[in-house]
């Protein structure tokens, strides 16, 4: 959208459009941005204490978990998963 907002913007121009629109939001506006973030993180660091778990028990021997805790949350916040 930024592109198209601003066609002849360069790469190294893009975060400042970004963080000065982030700046003109009110907390309100931003904390679903931040739910979003720390359910990402929470998910984030269960997907690589998973990965670490298999990597030491040897990747051939272990599968990944078909659900996690959070799955519920992620869907909530984000939205049902892409088939």
Same mark, same amino acid.
């Given at each position: #959208? +930024?592109?198209e907002e601003?066609?002849?913007i360069t790469?190294?121009?893009i975060p400042r459009v970004v963080n000065s629109r982030w700046k #003109?939001?009110?907390e309100e506006e931003r904390?679903?941005?931040k739910d979003r973030y720390n359910?990402?993180?929470r998910q984030?660091? +269960?997907d690589a204490a998973a990965y670490d778990a298999r990597k030491e028990a040897s990747l051939s021997t272990c599968s990944k978990p078909e659900s996690t805790p959070f799955e519920d949350e992620l869907e909530r916040v984000l939205g049902?998963?892409?088939k």
């Amino acid at each position: #959208a +930024i592109k198209e907002e601003f066609p002849g913007i360069t790469w190294k121009d893009i975060p400042r459009v970004v963080n000065s629109r982030w700046k #003109a939001l009110s907390e309100e506006e931003r904390q679903p941005f931040k739910d979003r973030y720390n359910v990402l993180m929470r998910q984030y660091k +269960i997907d690589a204490a998973a990965y670490d778990a298999r990597k030491e028990a040897s990747l051939s021997t272990c599968s990944k978990p078909e659900s996690t805790p959070f799955e519920d949350e992620l869907e909530r916040v984000l939205g049902p998963k892409p088939k």
